[in-house]
C-alpha cells in the first residue's frame, strides 16, 4: 500500500518569498504523484502530477513540483509567492492499478503575508 | 460547464436521522467518488464507482451507502447519522477508473453538522 506524508501543516512567507511545500510518499511500486490546491470554500483543483518522464513538471501559475525517486518525495516549490496563492496544498499519490484508491496527503496551508 | 454540483451546501442534521447528499455531474466521466475533509486527515475516501452498476469501498465505508444507477448520478446515504460524522464532504469524478494518471475533479463540497 502507499502512502504520502506533507511534513508541514502550516507555512508562513512574506509576499514575494520563495516557498517549498515537502511531500513524501512510499509504496512498493511504480507512482503516480499529484499535487492539488483548495482555494477558501472551494473544492480541490489539480495543480500538477507527474506520470512519466521528465522528473521537473510545472503548473501555469509558476509552481513547480519535482519528482525524486531516490528520495522517494514530491516537493512543491515556487520561486516568488502570490497573496492570490493563498490556499491548502494536497500532496496525492496512485499507482497504475489501484487508481481508485488516490491517496491524499494531510494538507499544507500557505499563508501570504503582505 | 457545470462540471460537478453538490447538494444541499451544507447542513445541520439531528443524531439518527437519514440523509442523502446529492452528486451530479456532467462530463460523462466513468468514475465517481466521495470523500470526506476532516481538519489535519486530509481527504479520506469513502466509497468510489468505476463505472454506472458498480461500487466498491474506501478507506472509511462504516455508516455510508451509496449507488450508482447511471453515470451522471453517485448520491451518498447516511442511513443513522452520528455527530463523528460531522465533516465537509466532497464529490469526484474522473474520467476512468483503474488508470492512475487520470485527473479528478471534485465538485464544492457539503458541510455537514450532526448534532
Known amino acids: 500500500a502507499q502512502s504520502v506524508t506533507q511534513l508541514d501543516s502550516q507555512v508562513p512567507v512574506f509576499e514575494e518569498a520563495p516557498v517549498e511545500l515537502r511531500c513524501n510518499y512510499s509504496?512498493?511500486?511504480?507512482?503516480?504523484l499529484f499535487w492539488y490546491v483548495q482555494y477558501p470554500n472551494q473544492g480541490l483543483q489539480l495543480l500538477l502530477k507527474y506520470l512519466s518522464g521528465s522528473t521537473l513538471v510545472e503548473s501555469i501559475n509558476g509552481f513547480e513540483a519535482e519528482f525524486n525517486k531516490s528520495q522517494t518525495s514530491f516537493h512543491l516549490r515556487k520561486p516568488s509567492v502570490h497573496i492570490s496563492d493563498t490556499a491548502e496544498y494536497f500532496c496525492a499519490v496512485t499507482t497504475y492499478s489501484s487508481a481508485s484508491k488516490i491517496i491524499f496527503g494531510s494538507g499544507t496551508r500557505l499563508s501570504i503575508r503582505p | 460547464t457545470a462540471g460537478i454540483t453538490q447538494a444541499p451546501t451544507s447542513q445541520i442534521l439531528a443524531a439518527g436521522r437519514s440523509m442523502t447528499l446529492r452528486c451530479t455531474q456532467d462530463m460523462r466521466h466513468n468514475a465517481m467518488y466521495w470523500y470526506r475533509q476532516d481538519l489535519g486527515l486530509g481527504l479520506r475516501l469513502i466509497h468510489y464507482?468505476?463505472?454506472?452498476?458498480?461500487?466498491g469501498k474506501g478507506e472509511v465505508p462504516d455508516g455510508y451507502s451509496v449507488s450508482r444507477a447511471n453515470t451522471d448520478d453517485f448520491p451518498l446515504t447516511l442511513a443513522s447519522a452520528v455527530p463523528s460524522q460531522t465533516s465537509v464532504y466532497f464529490c469526484?469524478?474522473?474520467?476512468?477508473?483503474?488508470?492512475?494518471?487520470?485527473?479528478?475533479?471534485f465538485g464544492p463540497g457539503t458541510r455537514l453538522t450532526v448534532l
Open positions: 469526484a469524478s474522473s474520467a476512468y477508473g483503474g488508470a492512475g494518471g487520470n485527473e479528478q475533479f
Open positions: 464507482s468505476n463505472t454506472a452498476g458498480t461500487t
Open positions: 509504496s512498493s511500486v511504480s507512482v503516480y
